[in-house]
């Protein structure tokens, strides 16, 4: 049956997420060894190099002219602020300078007019298809100062002090029962299945089945440590 609940607590597991991660990590880099892993990082490879090509280097006519009409006649400063506000207006450009500097460093580079908004729009594809706008959507405004977290005012020892009393004595969870209640310490000197129970029984919810196997497991690898020890010492 599947079992799911929101909340897990205590040292058990703390630890059963420490496994789970060390097996996902696991999990992760035996998938990135499988054939398609590999097919897929070297198309992403390549990727990188033809859009650090657009980005850097020049493009031949040929290609240029896939995407527009190839312009490269004297300007103006008037006809490039005209061509500009035309482009911007055209297109779903986003203004920010970062991508500004890339869209004027393409037109440059690739000796286009500045004076015809053809050349925009050419450039523009071409860097929308590469993905080479730095800034794919309008900066954010700058958000207002975080406030300073608030910093508890008792010294180590005081919030230790506090921690244990806590644990000792604050009562977390009524057994039904037995009608007892029990502290956090209580909990922990119970055995796994009663203390499952308890937890469970805190959070009104039921755990899943991977944490119950988890726990099975621990309470074996327990009960062989004890015996390998017993054994040990005699």
Known sequence: MNRARD???????????????AEIAAEQAAAAQTPEAQFKSAIDELHAEERNAVLNSLISDVNLAKFGTIVRSAFTEEQVDAAMEQFKADTDYV???????????????????AGVVGSYLLAHK?????????????P????????????????????????YRERMTKIVVYDPTDNK???EYDLEQCDSAKERR???????????????????????????AAELARKLAE
């Open 7 to 21: 909340h897990r607590s205590g040292p058990a597991y703390d630890q059963y997420l420490l496994d789970r991660q």
């Open 95 to 113: 203004r920010s300078p970062a991508n500004a500097s890339v869209l004027v460093n393409f037109i440059v580079r690739n000796k286009l007019s």
């Open 126 to 138: 071409i860097l929308q298809l590469w993905a080479a706008y730095p800034d794919a959507a309008t």
């Open 140 to 163: 954010a405004p700058i958000a207002a100062p975080v406030p300073a977290p608030i910093v508890d005012p008792r010294t180590p020892s005081e919030i230790a002090t506090a921690n």
């Open 181 to 183: 209640p029990y502290t």
């Open 198 to 224: 308890l937890r469970r029984l805190m959070e009104g919810r039921i755990g899943n089945d991977r944490y119950d196997t988890y726990l099975e497991i621990q309470d074996i690898k327990q009960q062989q």
